[in-house]
């Protein structure tokens, strides 16, 4: 996301397609406090609670996280209690699972009475559920608490790796990109490397105690696109797809920074940990010193579980670092659409939210604009589990758009063709 404070030169070459982004934004703010909304919504919403009473949704989501498994049947439970509504986790090992069933549901004429009620979805898989109109709606504005919404300063809640949501899809957690140190060993924040070039010098002078997980984890492309994202002078053209020459030109800075970092990197850059959780461990074990995680909660979590010592804290870049966020979004043959949407509006709610951000249920960041809640809901995220390993708002400041995803299959593809023999 590009924080609100850069400023865009007019004569650039993407200056329209930017100046729409900014038209979106306002409207979308526009419609939230429109007196109109605010005055037919209510009726709207009367009429969908009654319709979704005694329906069954069936939410088609990933179950590789027993934290979150036991988060979405709590939700179901409450849903269920207060709305009449049954919940089914339809548990995924991928979201592509769920999008090729709806789509082989409109193949074959499958208009009503899909059996995919809600999808847990962002990336690649929303926009090719939106390319091909398999998504219902819009449908947040007839939502309550979409007003809670933060649609200023979390740009990716209305666009997801660069694709409008458009109402489409409603935001439900954030994710953003945190480096995580050991405090007991690095005691000085002022030397934290806070930008990329800065993360080359600390390397050099510290050999061996970086790493990133392999390209081929998201993780470790993930490092490589924020390490692009910091590097160049304006990530607005990150915004649109990867071209041959756009490639080429856009990311020489990305490869002449690593070809330098690499020999500093953790066993001279000939091993790479497979996975966040192998790179976790090397933290742990104190054979680095620097990991990369795309949840800020996730140190807390490690400490509270006993797999980092309290003494970890997180940092991330002066620019910003890359966040998105995870939606839900309703076929457009689902079967429950009502019950889907009393669902979607469940998830925004800001009781809901809060247990979600807490470390002790789930850990996720919120979606809301604080400044839209009352001063009860405010104080919910005042009583959170407290955790000194966890990162202020403040800390974190405004995540950075995601770029286009060919962005990132290109830097992964580029990175296994350069060192990997």
Same mark, same amino acid.
């Given at each position: 996301?590009?924080?609100?404070?850069?400023?865009?030169?007019?004569?650039? !070459?993407?200056?329209?397609?930017?100046?729409?982004?900014?038209?979106?934004?306002?409207?979308?703010?526009?419609?939230?406090?429109?007196?109109?909304?605010?005055?037919?919504?209510?009726?709207?919403?009367?009429?969908?609670?009654?319709?979704? #009473?005694?329906?069954?949704?069936?939410?088609?989501?990933?179950?590789?996280?027993?934290?979150?498994?036991?988060? @979405?049947?709590?939700?179901?439970?409450?849903?269920?209690? #207060? &709305?009449?509504?049954?919940?089914?986790?339809?548990?995924?090992?991928?979201?592509?699972?769920?999008?090729?069933?709806?789509?082989?549901?409109?193949?074959?004429?499958?208009?009503?009475?899909?059996?995919?009620?809600?999808?847990?979805?962002?990336?690649?898989?929303?926009?090719?559920?939106?390319?091909?109109?398999?998504?219902?709606?819009?449908?947040?504005?007839?939502?309550?608490?979409?007003?809670?919404?933060?649609?200023?300063?979390?740009?990716?809640?209305?666009? %997801?790796?660069?694709?409008?949501?458009?109402?489409?899809?409603?935001?439900?957690?954030?994710?953003?990109?945190?480096?995580? $140190?050991?405090?007991?060993?690095?005691?000085?924040?002022?030397?934290?490397?806070?930008?990329?070039?800065?993360?080359?010098?600390?390397? #050099?002078?510290?050999?061996?105690?970086?790493?990133? !997980?392999?390209?081929?984890?998201?993780?470790?492309?993930?490092?490589?696109?924020?390490?692009?994202?910091?590097?160049?002078?304006?990530?607005?053209?990150?915004?649109?797809?990867?071209?041959?020459?756009?490639?080429?030109?856009?990311?020489?800075?990305? =490869?002449?920074?690593?070809?330098?970092?690499?020999?500093?990197?953790?066993?001279?850059?000939?091993?790479?940990?497979?996975?966040?959780?192998?790179?976790?461990?090397?933290?742990?074990?104190?054979? @680095?010193?620097?990991?990369?995680?795309?949840?800020?909660?996730?140190?807390?979590?490690?400490?509270?579980?006993?797999?980092?010592?309290?003494?970890? #804290?997180?940092?991330? /870049?002066?620019?910003?670092?890359?966040?998105?966020?995870? /939606?839900?979004?309703?076929?457009?043959?689902?079967? &429950?659409?009502?019950?889907?949407?009393?669902?979607?509006?469940?998830?925004?709610?800001?009781?809901?939210?809060?247990?979600?951000? %807490?470390?002790?249920?789930?850990?996720?960041?919120?979606?809301?604009? !604080?400044?839209?809640?009352?001063?009860?809901?405010?104080?919910?995220?005042?009583?959170?589990?407290?955790?000194?390993?966890? !990162?202020?708002?403040?800390?974190?400041?405004?995540?950075?758009?995601?770029?286009?995803?060919?962005?990132?299959?290109?830097?992964?593809?580029? =990175?296994?063709?350069? $060192?990997?023999?």
């Amino acid at each position: 996301m590009l924080a609100p404070s850069r400023q865009h030169d007019l004569s650039h !070459p993407n200056r329209h397609t930017m100046l729409q982004r900014r038209d979106f934004t306002f409207l979308a703010s526009a419609l939230l406090t429109s007196p109109w909304v605010r005055a037919q919504a209510p009726v709207a919403w009367e009429s969908v609670l009654g319709k979704a #009473r005694g329906q069954t949704v069936y939410w088609n989501a990933w179950a590789g996280d027993e934290k979150t498994n036991a988060f @979405i049947a709590w939700v179901g439970e409450q849903v269920k209690s #207060r &709305h009449g509504v049954t919940v089914i986790h339809t548990r995924l090992k991928d979201t592509s699972e769920a999008v090729t069933r709806v789509i082989a549901e409109k193949s074959a004429g499958r208009n009503e009475g899909g059996t995919v009620d809600l999808i847990w979805i962002n990336g690649p898989n929303f926009l090719a559920m939106k390319q091909q109109g398999l998504l219902y709606g819009p449908v947040t504005q007839t939502l309550p608490n979409f007003r809670y919404v933060d649609v200023t300063h979390k740009r990716s809640n209305l666009i %997801d790796f660069t694709t409008p949501v458009d109402g489409l899809a409603v935001p439900w957690s954030l994710a953003q990109i945190v480096f995580v $140190y050991d405090s007991a060993r690095l005691r000085d924040p002022a030397e934290l490397p806070r930008s990329a070039p800065a993360m080359l010098d600390w390397a #050099r002078n510290h050999a061996g105690r970086l790493t990133h !997980p392999k390209v081929s984890n998201f993780l470790g492309s993930t490092f490589l696109k924020q390490a692009l994202v910091d590097l160049i002078a304006d990530p607005a053209v990150l915004q649109l797809p990867a071209t041959d020459v756009s490639f080429a030109q856009v990311t020489t800075p990305l =490869w002449a920074w690593y070809e330098q970092l690499k020999p500093a990197l953790w066993r001279q850059g000939q091993q790479f940990p497979d996975n966040g959780s192998a790179q976790r461990q090397l933290l742990n074990d104190g054979e @680095i010193d620097i990991t990369l995680s795309f949840n800020p909660a996730e140190a807390a979590a490690s400490v509270s579980a006993g797999l980092l010592p309290p003494t970890v #804290r997180s940092f991330t /870049f002066r620019k910003g670092t890359i966040g998105n966020t995870s /939606f839900v979004a309703i076929p457009y043959n689902a079967a &429950h659409k009502e019950g889907a949407m009393v669902l979607a509006d469940f998830l925004i709610d800001p009781e809901t939210q809060a247990r979600a951000q %807490d470390i002790q249920y789930l850990g996720n960041l919120n979606v809301l604009d !604080p400044s839209k809640l009352s001063s009860a809901d405010r104080g919910r995220f005042d009583r959170l589990t407290p955790s000194a390993t966890l !990162p202020s708002a403040a800390d974190l400041g405004a995540p950075l758009l995601e770029p286009h995803a060919s962005w990132m299959t290109r830097i992964e593809a580029e =990175w296994q063709k350069r $060192y990997t023999r």
